[in-house]
């Protein structure tokens, strides 16, 4: 079992930049696919990046790319998605993810395939 804690989430203006980190307990970790989703108000939960199993494949969505990271440090139990030129857009509930079945070259795309979620942290980005 994993349990996610996601935090560094706040307000922003345009322009401006945040980290996101999530923090996860239990062994299962390392052999999970990890990825940020996000829900804005009134709106699909979609997502927003992910990576695999050991950091080397990722993926983004067509929204973010170029402008968010992703990336884990195995050792601290820990994904990060540092998000660069916020935009408004960019405002809504932001999950963190884990899929503890995924193989080392899958990188899940979809909510359902995640196993485990965290409890969510607000961003919003003031135009």
């Known amino acids: 079992q994993v349990q996610l804690r996601e935090s560094g989430g706040g307000l922003a203006q345009a322009g401006a930049s945040l980290r996101l980190s999530c923090a996860a307990s239990?062994?299962?970790?390392?052999?999970?696919?990890m990825a940020w989703f996000r829900q804005a108000p009134g709106k699909e939960r979609t997502i927003v990046a992910a990576v695999n199993r050991n950091g080397k494949i990722t993926y983004y969505a067509d929204s973010v790319r170029g402008r968010f990271t992703i990336s884990r440090d195995n050792a601290e139990n820990t994904v990060y998605l540092q998000m660069n030129s916020l935009e408004s857009e960019d405002t809504a509930v932001y999950y963190c993810?884990?899929?503890?079945?995924?193989?080392?070259?899958?990188?899940?795309?979809?909510?359902?395939?995640?196993?485990?979620w965290g409890q969510g942290t607000q961003v919003t980005v003031s135009s």
């Open positions: 993810a884990a899929d503890v079945n995924a193989i080392l070259s899958n990188v899940p795309t979809t909510a359902n395939q995640y196993d485990y």
């Open positions: 239990g062994r299962a970790f390392n052999r999970a696919a």
